[in-house]
């Protein structure tokens, strides 16, 4: 049996096994399993052990481990490197290897959307928890701007640092700048919510965007996807803003993992997508 697993804590929302099961059972790999698994922080060291010693084959990684398992990895491929996140892992010839799916995913749902441009934009990105620097590195080598916002300013001013050593690396000047929670920048064309605040139905950002009514051109994006619409996405929504939840992301992200795994690119099509409605 070739055993693959999702590790968080907490797991229990995880839809990761829906997507991988559904995917094993299309491409017929019968003697494939996809399970979740809670974990502790003093079980990372094992999981990867597992893996080396092939009684895992593959794991994504979830909040909040992603980078918390990096100590225990032999090597990283880029975008883990230059983010220090990781979200799945697979044994590669004797070693264990981190990947971050999520910046690929995450631009994948941008870019295959032709309503989406996102080139020479000013983004503003809410939060700096684990998924945070997936999303800004997909900007970095596109954007004119990226504004971070955090409630623990702290945080967003580690990603700045992060994230501008990316820069330094491509060439470019330093486009990155940290505001004050509660304060805005000038009008945005992408506005990014990485909180988890919106897990639960009722929770509330409590931002005011009034200053973006009636604007079509700009996109409210949503890295959750459960629930569908976040207050932040229907706040967005009534104001007549573009509205996007984390759905598509998640599904490319788990698209990039399996193919990793497996070798097989799995179609992302009708049912993969309605599992997750
Ligand atoms: P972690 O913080 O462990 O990385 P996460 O789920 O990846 O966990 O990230 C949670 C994000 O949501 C963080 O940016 C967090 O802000 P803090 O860094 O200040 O904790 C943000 N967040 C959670 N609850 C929030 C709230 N009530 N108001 C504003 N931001 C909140």
Redo the contacts with the bound molecule.
């Keep these: 049996m070739k055993k693959y697993l999702v590790i968080g804590n907490p797991i229990g929302h995880s839809l990761s096994p829906l997507i991988h099961n559904h995917w094993m059972k299309k491409y017929c790999l019968v003697d494939s399993i996809y399970e979740k698994r809670k974990i502790e922080k003093k079980d990372l060291k094992n999981i990867v052990n597992e893996i080396r010693n092939e009684e895992i084959k593959g794991v994504n990684v979830t ?2 481990f ?2 918390e398992i990096i100590p225990f990895l032999d090597c990283l491929d880029g975008a883990a490197e230059s983010t220090h996140s990781v979200n799945t892992l697979c044994k590669v010839n004797n070693e264990v290897w981190g990947y971050n799916t999520d910046t690929p995913g995450f631009r994948t749902s941008l870019t295959k959307d032709p309503s989406i441009d996102i080139r020479n934009k000013n983004i503003f990105i ?7 620097p997936s999303i800004i590195e997909t900007f970095l080598d596109v954007a004119n701007k990226i504004y971070i916002t ?4 702290e ?2 001013k580690e990603l700045k640092k992060l994230a501008d050593i990316s820069l330094t690396l491509m060439g470019r000047k330093k486009i990155i700048e940290v505001i004050n ?1 509660g304060e805005k920048p000038k009008v945005c064309d992408i506005v990014i919510n ?4 919106g897990l639960t139905k009722d ?1 509330n ?2 931002l005011n965007f009034k200053d973006y009514e009636n604007n079509n051109d700009v996109l409210f994006y949503d890295v959750i996807y459960n629930p569908k619409e976040t207050n932040f996405l229907k706040d967005a929504r009534l104001r007549g803003n573009k509205t996007l939840n984390g759905k598509m992301m998640f599904l490319w992200q788990a698209q990039i993992a399996f193919q990793i795994w497996t070798n097989i690119c799995p179609e992302i099509d009708d049912e993969a997508m309605k599992l997750l409605d």
Excluded: H, I, Q, Y
């Design positions: 909040v909040p992603k980078k809410l939060g700096a928890g684990g998924v945070t955090n409630r623990t300013k945080k967003a929670w990485t909180t988890s605040v929770e950002l409590d």
